[in-house]
DNA sequence: CTGAAAGCGCTTACAG
DNA sequence: CTGAAAGCGCTTACAG
């Protein structure tokens, strides 16, 4: 049987289905194991053309290290982790696309870890997954990102991680991505005063959630910064489920003194919200101007479309996990992230 | 400083923090490393007492082996890779949840890996990341587990992997689940004739979409053995998304000859059919019924809510996960998830 | 700038 | 049923 041999070196074993070792390559290029593994690992300590030899017979042979020995040796994997604890599909999907994004091509692999921080065990299930997996490092995405304990435990595991937050936080052994959820809440309230709504409602998340108090301190400071306000039977604290938010629906728009505005602190809600209305027989925009907040496709798929903020959960994931993967505990230790709103058919000025 | 001994034995140093290994477990239990592999590994060739009492010191010590160390050994990692090219975040993640049900203390963790099946190189990708993490097995959610070269790739890589489709197909090397869509577009299409609908339409999805094929077949074949029909007029293949929906309802709801009901192959495009009639002023479900197919979150959220099609994708996500990790190659080649309607308030009898 | 030795924590192949 | 040796493919610690 023939064998193929290398067009280039004819020195090549053929291909045998097995992928190359470092053996392989330091053999074939002439050099010790110890200096291919420091070119696998960027060391400055090799010389130029030594380096350039050897990185193009990897490239020709189609070598990459395997991540499993190598993490045996570092005594760390190759893998990130996302852990999580949030209902929303299109959240977690955009998280995940948008780790995806900063790992491609790094050799890192993202690893999923769903948790649910109401039960008592939930930390030690997280501190074995990244601890039995030698997890390079962990992404901690809302509303897990705000149990202090969970970073505490990730901190004296000394396994690096960042910390997706609506707002700022002092935590020394995070990397930060923080996503000023106030500044998309206020400029949703700047948005409604200038149609000329005055009596405006807020149907909240759970005051248990950071969010959900970054948004309404945003929204509430934003109306009083230009004169509004928002007396108290006019915020009601909702669960962040649709369902929770057709009940507070129902209160706001019970009685004959209906807000002429309410500002949803996400999207589900707002669903919620446009049930009720359709149920009364009021029109929106009409008779009552909506906003939410996530921009989910939900807000597109609604009727009349849904003006919503948009939170760039894409662009958060892709930043967090580059924060995880760069080299050197360098600088970076905040980075931010702006919700914006985006106008659709939900609001007008009030009749 | 006192040193904290083990209650049980005495012997056992302070918890230092790092991990034991086997090999402190060998020397704990006084046998060789040897045999802690074995029970490990459930080999059967270890003395019952040997066994209990080795397991017993395991998990007196908190002990887990490393599985970058088993990897390597085994040449074979502990990752399940779950490979998708699906634009529905419910959907995803639904199945995530299913696979992690599966995997939960089972050593096994996901890794999730999206791909675009229309990029020509997309293969390649998928064999990079199967070879080079040395995947324990891969699931292969629709629409990317349609594609049979990317399965002959899998075989010929001979990794172990299952198939989630829509109907049955003939791969020896697979582990298959199938999800029998057929069978809930013919619920669908019984309850609109027991309603007492003749004229109805379809939306479909593309038809180089094994769903959308069977979705339609399905449901036009339960009409025919009722003695109903669906002329070709009446059948306007759309892509699976909102927009799309949107388009394909302008052309059915234009005319004064509007049909009285439209089986959607999707609620994304349910939600479209809804959007129409809302701004042509047509009433769902007095001047049409509309039924989806997905049973997704939007359905519920859509005024009137949405009668759909459930497709139980946690329990798919589940089985296919279960197949891969389960020992040995024995049976259970091929399981069967069906879905089924569920009734809301998107249909009643025609006017 | 380069390399030979030892080791990461397991398993395979072999011997008993 | 049990174990000593060698090896999986890398890196660390040390020497030059």
Redesign the interface.
């Known amino acids: 049987m023939p064998r193929k041999t290398s067009a280039a070196t004819g020195t090549r074993p053929a291909s045998t289905g097995k992928?190359a070792t470092i053996n392989d390559i330091a053999r074939l290029a002439g050099v010790s194991k110890k200096t291919v593994s420091r070119i696998i690992n960027n060391s400055p300590l090799v010389r130029k053309d030594t380096r350039e030899k050897v990185e193009a017979l990897m490239r020709e042979v189609g070598y990459?290290p395997?991540?499993?020995?190598r993490?045996?040796a570092f005594r760390r994997?190759f893998?990130i982790g996302m852990v999580y604890d949030n209902p929303t599909?299109?959240y977690?999907?955009?998280m995940?696309?948008g780790a995806?994004d900063a790992l491609r091509d790094s050799g890192y692999?993202?690893?999923?870890h769903?948790c649910d921080t109401r039960s008592p065990g939930y930390i030690d299930g997280v501190r074995?997954?990244v601890?039995?997996?030698?997890l390079h490092g962990v992404m901690l995405v809302p509303r897990a990102s705000e149990d202090q304990n969970l970073a505490d435990m990730l901190a004296e595991l000394g396994v690096r991680y960042t910390r997706i937050l609506p707002m700022g936080v002092d935590d020394q052994d995070a990397r930060l991505v923080v996503t000023h959820d106030r500044d998309g809440a206020a400029e949703a309230a700047d948005y409604l005063l200038t149609l000329g709504h005055r009596d405006i409602a807020l149907i909240t998340g759970p005051s248990a959630y950071r969010s959900a108090v970054e948004r309404t301190a945003g929204f509430v400071e934003a109306l009083a910064s230009r004169g509004g306000s928002v007396p108290k039977a006019r915020i009601i604290e909702a669960g962040y489920t649709?369902e929770s938010g057709v009940a507070a629906a129902e209160k706001l728009l019970a009685g004959k003194k209906r807000p002429t505005a309410i500002f949803c602190g996400n999207d589900?809600m707002a669903?919620g919200v446009?049930?009720v209305a359709?149920?009364t027989g009021l029109s929106i925009p009409r008779d009552l101007s909506v906003i939410g907040f996530d921009d989910s496709?939900?807000a597109?798929?609604?009727?009349p479309s849904l003006t919503s903020v948009r939170r760039h959960t894409r662009d958060t994931g892709r930043i967090a996990a580059t924060m995880l993967i760069r080299a050197g505990n360098a600088p970076m230790p905040v980075a931010s992230v702006r919700p914006h709103l985006v106008v659709r058919d939900s609001c007008q000025p009030p009749a």
């Open positions: 992928p990459t395997d991540p499993l020995a993490g045996l994997s893998l599909a299109q977690i999907v955009d995940q696309y995806l692999e993202l690893v999923v769903p074995r997954f601890q039995q997996q030698k649709f589900e669903a446009y049930k359709m149920r496709p939900l597109s798929r609604l009727w």
